[in-house]
């Protein structure tokens, strides 16, 4: 299992951007998948999920309005579009694979390395 | 949203101690708990799910128990590879949340 992030750097206040994650080594289309991230020195923050079939989608309070995940399951990719970007949104975003296909229960039993994100002027 | 209190924050051991870290939810969360093992610059590795069950490749000596709203991670004779953070989660409701972390550190 590779998940391989990227898009991350460093944007504005106020600016968007978007985050992928590119996944192999697995049937992409039968897991759900998640973003969590981790400010720099703190703990890890839940921020998003989508079901296996794109068809449920869960974003925490903090992003929501904000943030939007989705995938294409076609190219085995995930996606964080992220908009009206705040400083507290600094921090490195992993992709994380889900051991199920439904946001129900959420054991992710793999991660990407991550990609940093930096809202700064 | 359901808190996760861990304790302690850091805990300094030896090599070959025991130590165990502890984990308690704001409100019934059945085994619906996760254990991570996150080491400087690395991404988080799942240790074990559902409160006891050890994930494939992870050594025996990691232990997880409780249900309800108590839980704990052991790990017997602590290796050097081993020093670490440890993060609790639970995955019992949306948001899902995290622990805030237990920092093993060598003595």
């Known amino acids: 299992v590779q998940l391989v992030e990227s898009g991350g750097g460093l944007v504005q206040p106020g600016g968007s951007l978007r985050l992928s994650c590119s996944a192999s080594?697995?049937?992409?289309?039968?897991?759900?998948l998640h973003w969590v991230r981790q400010a720099p020195g703190r703990g890890l923050e839940y921020v998003s999920g989508?079901?296996?079939?794109?068809?449920?989608?869960y974003h925490a309070d903090v992003v929501k309005g904000r943030f939007t995940i989705s995938r294409d399951n076609a190219e085995n990719t995930l996606y964080l579009q992220m908009t009206s970007l705040r400083p507290a949104d600094t921090a490195v975003y992993y992709c994380?694979?889900?051991?199920?296909?439904?946001?129900?229960?959420?054991?992710?039993?793999?991660w990407g390395q991550g990609t940093l994100l930096t809202v700064s002027s | 949203d359901i808190q996760m209190t861990q304790s302690p924050s850091s805990l300094s051991a030896s090599v070959g101690d025991s130590v165990t870290v502890t984990c308690r939810a704001s409100q019934y969360i059945s085994n619906y708990l996760n254990w991570y093992q996150q080491k400087p610059g690395r991404a988080p590795k799942l240790l074990i799910s559902s409160a006891s069950n050890l994930r494939s490749g992870v050594p025996s000596r990691f232990t997880g128990s409780g249900s309800g709203t108590d839980f704990s991670l052991t790990i017997s004779s602590l290796q050097p590879e081993d020093f670490a953070t440890y993060y609790c989660?639970?995955?019992?409701?949306?948001?899902?949340?995290f622990g805030h972390g237990t920092k093993v550190e060598i003595k």
């Open positions: 989660q639970q995955s019992y409701s949306t948001p899902w949340t």
């Open positions: 989508i079901s296996s079939n794109g068809g449920d989608r």
């Open positions: 080594g697995f049937t992409f289309s039968n897991h759900a």
């Open positions: 994380v694979k889900d051991e199920g296909r439904w946001l129900t229960i959420m054991i992710p039993d793999y």
